[in-house]
């Protein structure tokens, strides 16, 4: 059954949408009927992407925007709420997609954290902040989609940077959720999408050919709707590589760190590697 808010008529803003996964998804969202504003900072991006969700929701006469935003800055946001809502009256799906990726270091720049932790956390946060209280106002079905991350979850060594954004985004949409369900006459939920490998520029920039073991944004995309159809929180995606079942035995590991008074990170530890080793080879499926 589709979810009520991704229906012809509605209104989706993608904050990230000029590519990749946000993309991906803005054209899902036009293939379904919607309105969407195609929101990112990378204005060449926008024109392409414009052209391509447009052509996408044809068949809908689904109506297509794009604004440049930076994330970062709350006041970008309130304005994009602002036109957003003078061109199609409100919205009704938000997806805080917008993310960065330069590497970091815990003793290394700065300004990498700064970036990462502006975009990647203070900018799903803003997005909620402002537009969550007026999709409230208008009332009926809506959704809330935070792109998190699998490392934000095991948070595994080599990028602390964008581990503590993801993991802060994770507690923060949880929290979110949690908020709206006790709202009283409240028809809008959140979602935590957690994507698998995925090949983008994001993740391999100025590569061209796609890794075997990834997916593509589109396949991300539509495991998203179908998960938000089912009403998942958690849309834990898998890829051509890492089935669902071997990321939930990292994630079980993950937390088992507390249960068991392990070290941090010991799936990383050597005097921890046969023991993981078993602990996931004991789940295997074959």
Known sequence: MTHPALVPGQVAVVIGGAAGIGRAAAEG??????????????????????????????DHDADVMTHAVDVADVQQVITLE???????????????????????????????????????????????????????????????????????ITTPPGDPAYNTAKAGLKAFT???AHELRNTDGCELTAHLLIPGFVFT?????????KPESAWTP???????FDRLDAGDFYILCPDNDVPRWLDEKRMQWAIGDIVENRPPLSRWHPDYADAFKAFVNDGAKG
Do not use: Y
Not at 42 to 47: I, P, T
Not at 84 to 97: A, Q
């Open 174 to 176: 949880e929290a979110l």
């Open 29 to 58: 969202f036009a293939k379904r009927g919607l309105h969407v504003c195609i929101a990112d900072r990378d204005m060449e991006r926008l024109a392409e992407a414009e052209a391509a969700v447009r052509a996408a929701g044809a």
């Open 201 to 209: 520029q994001l993740t391999r920039p100025g590569e061209t050919e």
């Open 218 to 224: 589109e396949q991300t995309a539509d495991f998203m």
């Open 82 to 152: 602002s036109v957003v809502r003078s061109r199609f009256g409100g919205t009704d799906v938000l997806m805080n997609n917008a993310g960065v990726q330069p590497g970091s270091h815990i003793f290394g720049p700065a300004e990498n954290w700064r970036q990462v932790i502006g975009i990647n956390l203070w900018g799903a946060i803003h997005g909620t902040q402002t537009f969550v209280p007026k999709m409230l106002e208008r009332s009926g079905p809506g959704l809330v989609i935070n792109t998190g991350s699998k490392q934000g």
